[in-house]
C-alpha cells in the first residue's frame, strides 16, 4: 500500500487556488487545505521548471546538482546546450528508497529522460522525446516494457503541440487526464512512495494567465485530488515555483548590446525593421510568430529583408548568432547572466561589479527593474557554481526577464506569457499524522528529506533543505543522517528536438 503520495502542480500559487476555492470552483482542494497543513514554498533561483522539480527531488541547490536552466553555456564555445537527466550530478529521493528496500513509482517528472534505473516504475516527463521511441533503443519508462502499456492503455503523449493553436487547451486538458488515470492505476500497485507532476497546467497560465483554459485545468486536477484524500497515505501536494501576470518585459540581451557586453549578428536596428517590428508587437504576436506573421502582411521584398536581418533573435538562436569571441556576456531568460571571463581585460571582479552597479541601476518610470542582482556564488552552494551564472537577476514584480533580443529593452506588450515564474509557489499536505496548521514560508529543497525522515529513512548529509517536523501532530523521532550515495550509471540519449519543444512553448522564444 502507498504510504506517501507526492502531487507536484507545476506552476501552482497560493493566491490563484485560494481565489478558486473561494468561488467553490476547487472543492477537493479546498478539503484538503481544511484538513492539513498548508505553506507557501520558496523555489530555486531562477525559479523555473528545469531544474527546480530535479532540485526538490534531491533535496539539493542547482550548485550541487550542476544544472541552473533550461540551457547551460559552454563558455570556451559560447554556444548553449541542452541538459538531460544525465546532467544532474545528484542521486534523488527514489534512490534512497530503494536503498531502503521501498518500492517508488516516479511519473511525469521532468527532466528525467533517460529514466532513471531504480526498484519500481519511471514515467519521464518533460525532456523526453515527443515522437514515440523504440523500446529496444531508449524507452521512456523504467522497466522499458512498460512504454507499450502506456501507449495502448492512456493514449501517452509527453506534450501538446501549439498549446495556443485550434483545440491546444483541450488537447491538453486530456493530456492531465491522462496522467491522473495513470496515478490512479499506480495507486493500487506495490509501490510505497509515488509521485505524479503535471508539467501542462503552468504552460496553461503562461499562455491564457487565469483564463477559462487554466480553470478547467484546475478543475481536473481537483476531481483526481478528490479520490486522493481518500486514500490511506500522506498526500503532499505542491509546486515548484508560482506564477504572476506579466506586465513588462525587460531585454536583458538588449541591454548588454546596448551596453557594448554583447556583440551580435545582426543589422537589426535598421530603422524600418524596428517600425515593422513595432507594429506588428502592438498587433500581439509574439516573437516566434514574427516571421509567419510578417509573411501574411507585408510585401515580398520587404518581408526579405525582415528575414534576412534574422530579428528578432530568440533565446534559441543566440548560440547561432552572438559573437562570443567579442561579447563579455550574454543571458538567458529569468535570469542568469553569463560573463566570458576570458574577455575581462581589467579584471573579473572588476567587470561584475560593475555590470553589478550598472544592472542595479536600471529604473522603469521611476521605479527598480530588479529587486536584486546577486554574484553567482551567493545564490549556489556547492562544487558546481564555477559553471553556473556569474550574475543572478531577479526582477521587481510584474517584470518578465526575456532572453531574446528585441528591439526595445523594455516591452509592454506581451512578449510570450501573460503569467510568468514566481519564486513562491504552494505546499499542502493531508493524513492522519498531519497538524491542522498553517505554517511559515518553507523552502522546496525541505520536500524530499521530510518524505525520507516520515519513511524512517536517514537523511543524507549533503541535502540542503531541513524536515518540516511542524508539519505534523505526531512524534517522527530524531532525523538522523547517513552518507549521500552515488549518482550511479545513467548514461543514456537526450531529446535533441528538446529545444524547439522549449521554443514552442515560449522558454526559448
Known amino acids: 500500500m502507498t504510504a506517501v503520495i507526492s502531487l507536484g502542480l507545476d506552476g501552482a500559487a497560493w493566491h490563484e487556488l485560494d481565489r478558486l476555492m473561494n468561488e467553490g470552483s476547487l472543492p477537493n482542494l479546498a478539503r484538503l487545505v481544511e484538513s492539513g497543513a498548508r505553506a507557501p514554498l520558496r523555489s530555486v533561483s531562477p525559479p523555473v521548471t528545469c531544474p527546480a522539480w530535479r532540485c526538490s527531488t534531491a533535496g539539493k541547490n542547482p550548485g550541487k546538482l550542476g544544472v541552473f536552466w533550461w540551457l547551460e553555456l559552454d563558455r570556451e564555445r559560447g554556444e548553449f546546450t541542452t541538459p538531460d537527466a544525465t546532467s544532474f550530478e545528484t542521486a534523488d529521493v527514489w534512490d534512497y528508497l530503494s536503498d531502503e528496500g521501498y518500492r517508488s513509482a516516479v511519473l511525469n517528472l521532468p527532466m528525467t529522460y533517460p529514466p532513471a534505473d531504480l526498484d519500481g516504475l519511471m514515467v519521464s516527463g518533460f525532456g523526453a522525446p515527443f515522437e514515440s521511441v523504440s523500446v529496444d533503443e531508449q524507452p521512456i519508462t523504467t522497466p522499458g516494457e512498460f512504454q507499450t502499456r502506456l501507449e495502448r492503455e492512456y493514449g501517452w503523449q509527453v506534450g501538446v503541440d501549439d498549446l495556443a493553436g485550434p483545440g491546444g487547451p483541450e488537447r491538453a486538458h486530456e493530456l492531465i487526464r491522462s496522467r491522473f488515470e495513470l496515478l490512479v492505476d499506480v495507486l493500487d500497485g506495490d509501490f ?11 504552460m496553461l497560465q503562461h499562455k491564457f494567465g487565469s483564463g477559462p483554459e487554466t480553470e478547467r485545468a484546475w478543475e481536473i486536477i481537483d476531481e483526481y485530488v478528490g479520490d486522493l484524500l481518500e486514500r490511506d497515505a500522506l498526500l503532499l501536494v505542491y509546486s515548484d515555483h508560482g ?5 513588462r518585459t525587460f531585454s536583458v540581451n538588449r541591454w548588454l548590446l546596448e551596453s557594448g557586453y554583447l556583440s551580435v549578428d545582426s543589422n537589426a536596428a535598421d530603422p524600418l525593421l524596428t517600425g515593422v517590428y513595432q507594429g506588428l508587437k502592438y498587433a500581439g504576436v509574439s516573437p516566434r510568430r514574427m516571421a509567419g506573421a510578417a509573411s501574411r502582411v507585408l510585401p515580398t521584398a520587404l518581408y526579405d529583408t525582415l528575414v534576412s536581418s534574422g530579428y528578432p533573435i530568440s533565446t534559441r538562436e543566440l548560440s547561432e548568432r552572438i559573437d562570443w569571441d567579442t561579447s563579455t556576456a550574454v543571458a538567458v531568460s529569468q535570469g542568469p547572466v553569463y560573463l566570458n571571463r576570458d574577455r575581462a581585460d581589467d579584471g573579473y571582479e ?30 549556489y552552494d556547492g562544487p558546481h557554481v564555477a559553471q553556473g551564472p556569474d550574475l543572478l537577476l531577479r526582477p521587481a514584480e510584474g517584470w518578465e526577464l526575456y532572453g531574446g533580443i528585441t528591439t526595445n529593452v523594455v516591452e509592454t506588450t506581451v512578449t510570450s506569457w501573460t503569467s510568468g515564474n514566481h519564486p513562491v509557489g504552494m505546499l499542502a499536505m493531508a493524513g492522519d499524522d498531519v497538524a491542522d496548521v498553517e505554517l511559515p514560508e518553507r523552502s522546496l529543497l525541505d520536500v524530499m528529506p521530510t518524505v525520507l525522515h516520515y519513511l524512517d529513512c536517514d537523511v543524507p ?3 540542503d533543505g531541513e524536515v518540516i517536523t511542524e508539519a505534523f501532530d505526531v512524534e517522527l523521532g530524531t532525523v538522523t543522517r547517513r552518507q549521500p550515495l552515488g549518482t550511479g550509471d545513467r548514461s543514456g540519449r537526450g531529446d535533441c528536438d528538446l529545444q524547439s519543444r522549449l521554443t514552442e512553448l515560449g522558454y526559448l522564444e
Not at 510505497?192 to 503552468?202: E, G, I, K, R, S
Open 461 to 463: 548529509t549533503d541535502v
Open 243 to 247: 506564477h504572476s501576470t506579466v506586465e
Open 192 to 202: 510505497d512512495f509515488v509521485h505524479l507532476t503535471v508539467f501542462y497546467v503552468n
Open 350 to 379: 572588476t567587470l561584475r561589479h560593475r555590470l553589478v552597479d550598472e544592472l542595479e541601476a536600471v529604473t522603469y518610470c521611476g521605479e527598480p527593474v530588479f529587486e536584486a542582482v546577486e554574484p553567482g556564488e551567493e545564490v
